[in-house]
C-alpha cells in the first residue's frame, strides 16, 4: 500500500465519483480505476460499490477511509512539523554558561532572539566554565559560553566572543586605590577573594601567582559578583574579577586597578566539533555570535563619538 494509493481512494469517496476526482488529482481516470483495483487487491476486500446509477462504500471502505483521513492528516503534519525544524521554527536549546554571563548579556539576547524564534525552548543552566565544557563534551549541553583556555581544546569548534582583561577591585581606603597598576607578586600578603574552582579564572589566578612565587591567601570564593563587591566594599578582602563584569555594578566606594601581568580574560562560545547540530542550535549559535559582535560594534562607535580629534 502507497501512499499515493491513499489519498486517490480518500478522494474519490469525497467526490463520490471517479470522474470528479480524476480531475481534481489531474490523472486520467483509467489510471485512478486501476489504482483502487490494486489497493482492493493488496487489501483482498472491497471497497467502493458502484453502478451507473449509484456510488457507495462497503464496511470495509468505511473503515479505511476513516483511517486513512487520520493516517493522512498525520502524515502531513510530519511534513509540517519537519519543515519546522528546518526553517527553525521549533526546536530546543540546551545551554550551559556562567552564571556572571547570563545576568550581563543575556536578557536582552534572549528577549531579542525569542521574538524571532518563539517556538524555540532554551534550557539554561549556569555553571562555572570547567563544568561547562564538560557538559558539552559530554552531550549535555548543546552550547556553552567558558573563559579559554579549555581542556581538551580539539574536541570543539570555538569562536571568541569578548576579549579583555581581569581586575583588581579595592575599597577606595586601601593603599593599592591610589597607585596606577599593581604587580600579581604585590597580592602576597592580601586576603583576595575570586571565582570558585569550577571557574577558569581560579585557576589562572592560581597558576600565574605560582610563577610570581607564592600561594595567594584566598579567603573568599563565589561566583556572585555582587556579593564579591559588597565584601570588597567591606574592606573584608579584595578581588580579582573580569573588568566588563565588575563595570555594571561599581560604586564610588571601590577602585579598579590594572594588575601586572594582565590577566587575560577571554570568553568563547563552544559546541561540539563531531556529532548531530540541531537546527535551532546552529541559529542560537548564530545569534550569539551576532550579538556580540553588535556589542564591538557599539563599543567602538562609542569610543569614536567620545574622543577628539586635533587638527
Not at 41 to 48: A, G
Not at 55 to 70: H, K
Not at 209 to 228: D, H, N, Q, V
Request: aromatic share 8%; charged share 20%.
Amino acid at each position: 500500500m502507497e501512499i499515493q494509493q491513499l489519498k486517490y481512494f480518500v478522494e474519490v469517496v469525497r467526490q463520490q465519483s471517479f470522474t470528479k476526482a480524476a480531475a481534481q488529482l489531474f490523472v486520467t481516470q483509467p489510471m485512478l480505476t486501476r489504482s483502487i483495483k490494486h489497493l482492493e487487491e493488496e487489501l483482498n476486500v472491497r471497497l467502493i460499490e458502484r453502478t451507473s446509477k449509484s456510488f457507495y462504500l462497503t464496511d470495509a471502505g468505511r473503515i479505511l477511509y476513516d483511517r486513512a483521513l487520520d493516517f493522512l492528516l498525520q502524515y502531513d503534519d510530519l511534513f509540517q512539523t519537519m519543515d519546522d525544524v528546518r526553517s527553525v521554527r521549533v526546536g530546543e536549546v540546551h545551554l550551559s554558561t556562567p552564571g556572571v554571563l547570563l545576568d550581563v548579556y543575556f536578557p536582552p539576547l534572549l528577549t531579542r532572539f525569542h521574538r524571532h524564534f518563539p517556538g524555540i525552548d532554551i534550557s539554561v543552566v549556569e555553571e562555572g566554565s570547567k563544568l561547562t565544557a564538560a557538559s558539552v563534551g559530554s552531550g549535555r549541553a548543546d552550547l556553552g559560553l567558558v573563559m579559554l583556555p579549555v581542556d581538551e581544546p580539539y574536541r570543539f569548534e570555538s569562536k571568541t566572543l569578548l576579549s579583555n582583561v581581569c581586575s583588581l577591585v579595592v575599597s577606595r581606603h586601601h593603599p593599592f586605590a591610589q597607585m596606577s597598576s599593581v604587580h600579581i607578586k604585590d597580592l602576597k600578603d592580601e586576603t583576595i577573594l575570586t571565582y570558585s574552582e569550577t571557574a577558569t579564572l581560579h585557576d589562572s589566578f592560581i597558576r600565574m601567582c605560582g610563577e610570581c612565587g607564592f600561594a595567594p591567601r584566598i579567603a573568599y570564593k563565589s561566583l556572585m559578583t555582587r556579593f564579591c563587591l559588597k565584601m570588597v566594599g567591606m574592606q573584608q578582602c579584595i578581588a580579582v574579577l573580569p573588568l566588563p563584569i565588575l563595570q555594571p555594578d561599581l560604586c564610588e566606594e571601590l577602585v579598579t586597578v590594572p594588575l601586572e601581568p594582565a590577566i587575560p580574560w577571554e570568553i568563547a562560545i563552544i559546541r561540539r566539533r563531531e556529532g548531530y547540530r540541531s537546527f535551532a542550535s546552529n541559529q542560537l549559535f548564530s545569534h550569539i555570535c551576532d550579538h556580540f559582535a553588535s556589542l564591538d560594534h557599539q563599543n567602538m562607535d562609542a569610543s569614536l563619538r567620545g574622543s577628539t580629534i586635533s587638527v
